[in-house]
C-alpha cells in the first residue's frame, strides 16, 4: 500500500465487521458501543465505500452479500468476525495490569478509541494517509482525547524506534502490541526489525498479540483467491511463512511465544455453541508472545558494561 492512499483492505475489514453485526447471532458477541463504533465509522468513509453502510442496511440484501463473499473464500468473513472477538477479549483482560496499547498498522481498529477512554495510553500507527482520515473519523465520533496519539509511520521508509521515541509511549510501563493483519504486508528483514525494536525500546513487560496466516495450509484455489484479492486492493503478501516459521521470528527477536488460537479452536469455543454455521479460514492464528525476561536482563547487561 503506497503512502498517500486509503487502506481497502482495512476499509473492507471493518465493512464486512459492520454487516455480519447487524444480526444474530454475531451481533451479540460484540457489546453496543463496539456495534455503534463501526456502525459510525463505515458511515463516514470516504465515498464509494461509505454506500455499503445504506447498502447492509438491507436485510434482504445481507444473505446476498455474504453469500458473494464466501463463493470464491469461504471462511474469509468469520476470520474477520473471530479476530476481533478474540483480540478484544484478549486486551480486556489485559488492560487492567497493562498501562499502554501501541497498535502497528491500525486501520480502523476501535480498541484504542475504548481504551484510552478509559484512561490507557494508547498510540496508533499508521500510513500518513490513513492517520489523518483516522483522525477525522475519530473526531466524528468525539473519540479523540489525551490518552490518544495517532503517528504517522510507513515501515517501509520508516523506523519504529524513531516514531516510538516521539511518541506519547514510556519504556518502562506494561505495554500490549497489537499487530492485526501487520506483519503480512512486510518483507522478513522489516518484520524483523520492527520486532527488534520493540525489544530494544521497551524495558518493562511488553504483550504482542499479532494475526498469523500459513498460506501454505490454505488449498491452491483458495491461496490463490486470497492473494489476488489483495492485490487488486493495490496491496501484497509479502511474510506467507507457515506457522513455525512465524514462531521462530518471534523467538529470534527475543519474543517467547505464549499461546497460538487456530480456527478450529475458534470454532469449538465460540462458532458452535453460538449456532455460527460458516466456516473460518484454514491457516489463520492468533499468535500471543512476550519479551523474554531473559533477553532484557542481557540488554541491561550489555549497556552497564558498555557504559
Not at 527488534?196 to 498479540?209: A, Q
Amino acid at each position: 500500500m503506497k503512502p498517500d492512499q486509503i487502506s481497502q483492505t482495512a476499509a473492507f475489514i471493518a465493512i464486512k465487521f459492520y454487516g455480519l453485526t447487524k444480526d444474530e447471532p454475531y451481533r451479540s458477541l460484540f457489546d453496543n458501543e463496539t456495534i455503534a463504533f463501526y456502525d459510525h465509522l463505515v458511515k463516514d468513509l470516504p465515498a464509494p465505500l461509505n454506500r455499503y453502510h445504506k447498502l447492509l442496511n438491507k436485510k434482504w440484501l445481507r444473505p446476498l452479500f455474504q453469500w458473494s463473499e464466501e463463493l470464491l473464500l469461504p471462511g474469509d468473513l468469520m476470520h474477520i468476525l473471530m479476530r476481533k472477538y478474540y483480540i478484544s477479549t484478549m486486551v480486556d483482560k489485559l488492560k487492567g495490569e497493562y498501562l499502554q496499547l501501541v497498535v502497528l498498522g491500525a486501520g480502523f481498529d476501535h480498541l484504542s478509541a475504548r481504551c484510552s477512554a478509559e484512561g490507557m495510553t494508547c498510540l496508533e500507527i499508521d500510513t500518513p494517509h490513513m492517520a489523518v482520515l483516522k483522525k477525522k473519523l475519530l473526531a466524528k465520533q468525539n473519540a479523540l482525547n489525551e490518552n490518544i496519539s495517532i503517528q504517522e509511520g510507513y515501515f517501509l521508509e520508516q523506523n519504529l524506534m524513531d516514531v516510538l521515541n516521539g511518541s506519547n509511549i514510556t519504556p518502562h510501563k506494561k505495554t500490549i502490541i497489537l499487530a492485526e493483519g501487520f506483519f503480512d504486508y512486510l518483507p522478513e528483514m522489516k518484520a524483523s526489525e520492527i520486532l527488534t525494536h520493540i525489544s530494544d525500546f521497551f524495558e518493562g513487560e511488553v504483550h504482542l498479540i499479532s494475526t498469523a496466516f500459513a498460506l501454505q495450509e490454505f488449498n491452491a484455489f483458495h491461496r490463490f483467491v486470497f492473494k489476488t484479492g489483495v492485490r487488486m486492493v493495490g496491496e501484497t503478501l509479502l511474510l506467507n511463512h507457515s506457522l513455525g516459521d512465524f514462531e521462530q521470528l518471534l523467538e529470534n527477536t527475543g519474543f517467547e511465544v505464549q499461546g497460538i488460537i487456530s480456527g478450529n479452536q475458534m470454532q469449538q469455543e465460540v462458532m458452535r455453541p453460538n449456532g455460527i454455521t460458516l466456516p473460518i479460514l484454514t491457516g489463520f492464528y492468533l499468535v500471543q508472545g512476550r519479551l523474554k525476561k531473559s533477553r532484557k536482563k542481557d540488554q541491561k547487561l550489555e549497556h552497564s558494561t558498555l557504559g
